[in-house]
């Protein structure tokens, strides 16, 4: 490593090293010695651990091993004031959730429950570890009007006329909000594809779901498989934007469950979603090497090609994998490239155009 690198990139350095679960090389980042040749900036610390979302599964990680004693008073206790923000979001939006399932319960609607939601329940020792921006549910394309006039009814903000014809044209969810004084986000899909991008069989998604008690028949959870390749298109899409809650949630599932990776790149291939399956695989690798074995690496075959123009803006920040200069255009570029099939990718930007993304909506 370079005094560059080990000087800029610090407090990445120690937050990844908790994530990691190394106690020893984040000690020694705190110490006041020859390997730390610039002090820790703790406003920076704070802001890296406010947007990686992990704060309450590091005070997790160090209270389950004993690990208080190595850090200062002022650090810890800003990991248990993260889990202690987290118990009480989390709480609230689980609240409004269990309300939205019971309502769904009695009209026989079913529901997955994607992300955050899924995993706060079946991955996580305890809800607060995971926490919740927003909750992400799975319906059926013929249950979304009675879904989204339920939604109404228990005074959601639920997107009508124009707007609502636009993005059942244009996309494959529908964004609804609690009007309440602290308002959540709770996100509607009717398909996990994306239109020359994606083609995921949704017949065998809602085949294979699980049920999990103590909830009803009619809420259900993707199989483990089908988890992971979901999991890491959103963590593709969102490369250059990531919270390293994300990178968790993989970790976790792959530590809690026996994932037949043979089956995740055989569905990736089928479902088109292959290399940004790939990429995010490659991503987790960089911060956490030895979770997964190596020879599922050596299944990986990226063409030369997409694999230059994306190792071009491979970053040396240690908790990121892409760098794009904060140019949206490059952004758009490595995902694009990342499709599939190359027919798509021209496809796939036509599609973008012609959708107009920037349109707005006055009110019907």
């Not at 890296?48 to 208080?68: F, H, M, P, R, V």
């Not at 020792?125 to 339920?150: C, G, N, T, V, Y």
């Not at 969810?173 to 996100?187: A, D, G, I, R, Y």
């Amino acid at each position: 490593m370079s005094l560059s690198q080990e000087t800029e990139y610090c407090e990445e350095r120690l937050l990844l090293d908790l994530l990691r679960a190394d106690w020893a090389h984040a000690e020694s980042l705190l110490k006041d010695d020859q390997l730390r040749r610039v002090p820790l900036d703790q406003e920076r610390f704070q802001k890296l651990l406010k947007n990686s979302g992990t704060g309450a599964y590091i005070d997790w990680l160090i209270e389950s091993q004993g690990c208080q004693p190595l850090f200062p008073p002022d650090m810890t206790n800003l990991f248990k004031t993260s889990r202690k923000k987290a118990k009480v979001d989390n709480a609230y939006i689980l609240g409004i959730l269990d309300k939205i399932i019971e309502k769904a319960s009695g009209r026989k609607i079913d529901i997955i429950l994607l992300k955050g939601a899924d995993l706060v329940h079946r991955i996580y020792k305890s809800q607060e570890l995971r926490h919740l921006d927003d909750i992400d549910l799975l319906i059926h394309p013929a249950d979304l009007d009675e879904f989204l006039e339920m939604l109404k009814a228990l005074d959601l903000k639920v997107p009508s006329g124009q707007e609502l014809r636009y993005f059942k044209k244009a996309s494959y969810t529908v964004e609804c909000w609690t009007k309440s004084l602290f308002p959540c986000l709770f996100e509607v899909h009717w398909d996990l594809s994306q239109k020359f991008r994606y083609r995921v069989d949704m017949d065998e998604i809602w085949k294979n779901a699980e049920t999990l008690s103590p909830f009803p028949p009619n809420v259900k959870f993707l199989k483990p498989e089908h988890l992971l390749i979901h999991l890491c298109l959103h963590l593709f899409h969102h490369t250059f934007h990531v919270q390293l809650k994300w990178h968790v949630d993989l970790k976790e599932i792959l530590k809690k469950n026996p994932v037949d990776m043979d089956y995740v790149f055989q569905k990736s291939t089928e479902w088109s979603c292959f290399y940004s399956v790939c990429f995010a695989l490659l991503y987790l690798k960089k911060l956490f090497p030895d979770l997964l074995h190596p020879s599922i690496f050596s299944r990986v075959r990226i063409p030369l090609f997409r694999g230059f123009i994306i190792s071009r803006y491979y970053s040396e920040n240690p908790l990121k994998f892409l760098e794009s200069g904060g140019s949206k255009l490059v952004e758009r570029m490595v995902r694009t490239i990342a499709i599939d099939r190359p027919e798509y990718i021209f496809l796939f930007t036509l599609n973008r155009l012609f959708r107009n993304p920037w349109v707005t909506f006055e009110e019907d």
